[in-house]
């Protein structure tokens, strides 16, 4: 099982739909948590992280955390056809200098307008 | 703002030959570290460093190896270079001590003929 799995896509929305990305996580020691987002060819971009467990917003993106669950999502609000990308979350252990980042392989998100 | 600087963008190699990637941080982050990103793959933690020591280590081949130097660039060696290894690769920055939220370079693409 790998340690970060996320919900297999491609996900497709029309434009101004809600767009909603999941992700669970195997290591109970994991701290972190953060949603990137990747177009083609291109490098990851932060889109939020997460340290507690509930939601947390920024613009038309919430990102919820439940640790006991071993769960977190990103939710796309008022989906954009910019928005059309692969989304990546990510995890992290922290403590020490074990800083890594664990990624899943991906949701590739489409908005159709 | 600055955001990390990688070079080459761009790299063409031979088998078996070598290459160098070199990476640059942003102002005052302390951390780098080198990801993996192979076709329709995550990217994959290969290794990183803190105040210029190697802080962990992942599934970096023994035929790579790394370094940061004292302004805090790093640079990534690949030796022998084998087909496997046409990936993208990308180096990504934090601070330590603040939200080590990890900021990514444009990444360098590796094909190897």
């Known amino acids: 099982q790998k340690e970060v799995e996320q919900n297999s896509g491609p996900l497709s929305v029309p434009e101004g739909a809600i767009a909603s990305l999941n992700c669970t996580y195997s290591?109970?020691?994991?701290?972190?948590f953060f949603w990137y987002r990747q177009y083609s060819g291109k490098s990851p971009e932060l889109i939020m992280f997460?340290?507690?467990?509930g939601d947390k917003e920024d613009g038309r993106f919430t990102a919820q955390l439940n640790k006991a669950s071993q769960y977190v999502s990103l939710l796309i609000r008022d989906s954009q056809p910019s928005d059309s990308a692969t989304y990546l979350c990510?995890?992290?252990?922290?403590?020490?200098?074990?800083?890594?980042?664990?990624f899943g392989k991906g949701t590739l998100l489409t908005v159709n307008p | 703002a600055a955001g990390v600087i990688q070079s080459p963008r761009h790299l063409i190699k031979e088998k078996r030959e070598t290459a160098t990637l070199k990476c640059y941080p942003i102002?005052?982050?302390?951390?780098v570290y080198w990801y993996q990103q192979g076709p329709g793959q995550d990217p994959q933690f290969l290794i990183s460093?803190?105040?210029?020591?190697?802080?962990d280590k992942g599934s970096i081949p023994d035929r790579f190896s790394a370094q940061q130097f004292s302004d805090y660039h790093s640079e990534l060696n690949m030796s022998s270079l084998e087909l496997g290894d046409s990936a993208l690769y990308f180096c990504?920055?934090?601070?330590?001590?603040?939200?080590?939220?990890?900021?990514f370079g444009p990444g360098t693409r590796l094909t190897v003929l």
């Open positions: 990504a920055s934090s601070q330590a001590g603040r939200t080590d939220t990890q900021y």
């Open positions: 290591d109970r020691g994991s701290q972190s």
């Open positions: 997460i340290y507690s467990n």
């Open positions: 990510a995890v992290r252990r922290g403590g020490g200098s074990n800083y890594k980042l664990t």
């Open positions: 102002p005052r982050h302390d951390t």
């Open positions: 460093f803190y105040e210029k020591m190697q802080s």
